[in-house]
């Protein structure tokens, strides 16, 4: 009869050992990325009495009724969307934090001064030739300065674009491979120790998805997963095994645009929505470092067409170009520089265009607001890293809260050995008793 002693004990010895394995594969993996701790859930066998009344039921041992993970899906979503948070946060500081060292590096402000400096030792001796050299050496090199900070912004710019290159290849690497754990869960039978596996390598994926770009998951009743990019409403990343490719490209201004299946999306969350934020603001500072450059430009060029030269010629433009990246000194001589009125003869001291210059150049603001241009990077790279240090306390605290539910206790599982080896040995025990009574009765004459 199904429900004797030997069939009673064989079904513990069974479970026990089963549950062994369940805890030291938990104490294996106690430190493995992802890994959730399971619970060896048992239930009791119940069959039909074969001396009782039909329908009655009698114990019959018990039986491992399924492997259970400790994951709680709400506070894995939390995990989820604080790590993309952060990581849109930390990505989008590091390429500020490029800008703010392209131009701080490139000695741009030192070099404005500089040259404003010169043109004020300038007006102590319009005609000293040494003065001049001295002014006009000046001028190149700041011209050299904006060309060496609009190309360290295009660097930074390139950088920032190849991460996102390389985070939409990953992305897309990891959605084709959770379309392939959403083949084999589909077939994994509910409760096995392989779907739990799956499982762990599923949620481990979707953690590192969720760092490239804000997702919105649906789990199916056969675990299998259906994710959005964005919200509820977005375009789908991954439906069943069929996965939809993300794609970038960058616009004139060095902004990137994004799009799944040829549906443009705008990153809320993630790294991609860092890196796209940031060169945004590259776009604004490159933007305000070339009106820079023109308003440089046009208050020397200005004053250099309504000036004379120090042979008493009409002037010349100082600067040409068309931006930061293109400005070049057009004087090849420092007797060039129209310190005079138009008109004026040569070697005049008249230092009325001079100072029509220095003030152009003082009304211009351009070292004032060259200055404003770096105090904003410096300001947005400090508030940034504020709200980064916040994200990630935000962050640390879910990671912990899940930690504390889904890790694995080392405490916890040495009782569960001793637990379930003193399960397996009475069972082993009871299986002894019933094999000695059992001998003892055919032992009887």
């Known amino acids: 009869m199904a429900s004797d002693l030997i069939s009673i004990a064989r079904s513990g010895t069974r479970t026990a050992r089963q549950a062994l394995d369940v805890t030291a594969n938990n104490i294996a993996n106690a430190s493995s990325e992802g890994y959730v701790r399971r619970t060896a859930q ?8 074969g001396m009782s009344g039909v329908g009655n039921l009698t114990l019959a041992g018990v039986r491992l009724n399924a492997v259970v993970r400790n994951a709680d899906a709400f506070r894995q979503s939390e995990v989820r969307r604080t790590g993309s948070d952060l990581a849109r946060a930390n990505a989008e500081l590091s390429g500020l934090t490029h800008i703010e060292n392209a131009l701080e590096q490139s000695g741009l402000y030192e070099a404005v001064v500089g040259f404003e400096a010169s043109l004020s030792r300038l007006s102590s001796n319009p005609v000293d030739r040494s003065l001049r050299a001295a002014a006009l050496e000046a001028a190149r090199g700041m011209a050299d300065v904006f060309n060496l900070a609009d190309a360290a912004l295009k660097a930074a710019g390139e950088g920032v ?8 290849d990953q992305l897309n690497l990891l959605t084709g491979e959770l379309a392939t754990i959403n083949a084999k869960l589909a077939r994994a039978a509910g409760g096995s120790g392989d779907q739990a596996t799956l499982l762990d390598r599923r949620d481990l994926l979707l953690g590192e998805l969720s760092q490239k770009i804000g997702v919105h998951t649906a789990i199916a009743p056969d675990q299998t997963v259906q994710i959005r990019a964005g919200d509820a409403s977005g375009p789908l990343l991954l439906n069943g095994d069929t996965a939809s490719a993300v794609s970038m490209t960058s616009a004139a201004d060095g902004t990137l645009n994004f799009a799944v299946g040829g549906v443009g999306i705008v990153p809320g969350a993630g790294s991609l929505a860092g890196h796209a934020q940031a060169l945004d603001e590259l776009a604004d500072v490159s933007g305000r470092l070339d009106a820079l450059a023109m308003d440089m430009m046009s208050a020397a060029n200005t004053a250099q067409a309504n000036g004379a030269a120090l042979d ?29 009125p138009a008109g004026s003869p040569a070697n005049s001291r008249d230092l009325s265009n001079l100072t029509a210059l220095r003030n152009a ?23 940034r890293t504020t709200t980064r240090d916040t994200l990630a306390t935000i962050a640390d605290n879910a990671s912990v809260a899940l930690q504390a539910q889904a890790g694995v206790d080392l405490d916890e599982e040495a009782v569960n050995l001793v637990r379930f080896q003193q399960a397996f040995q009475a069972s082993g025990r009871v299986m002894q008793v019933a094999s000695d009574i059992f001998d003892s009765i055919l032992g009887i004459r």
């Not at 010349?316 to 057009?330: P, R």
């Not at 603001?365 to 400090?382: E, H, P, R, T, W």
């Open 361 to 383: 150049l003082t009304a211009g603001g351009v070292a004032a607001n060259l200055d404003g241009l770096l105090f904003d990077v410096s300001a947005l790279v400090n508030g």
């Open 42 to 49: 048992m239930n009791e066998v119940m069959a039909t009495g």
């Open 312 to 340: 008493g010629s009409a002037g010349l433009a100082m600067f040409g170009g068309t931006g930061a990246g293109d400005l070049t000194l057009n004087l090849s001589d420092g007797s060039l520089i129209a310190t005079a």
């Open 161 to 168: 674009t190849f991460e996102a290159g390389a985070e939409v």
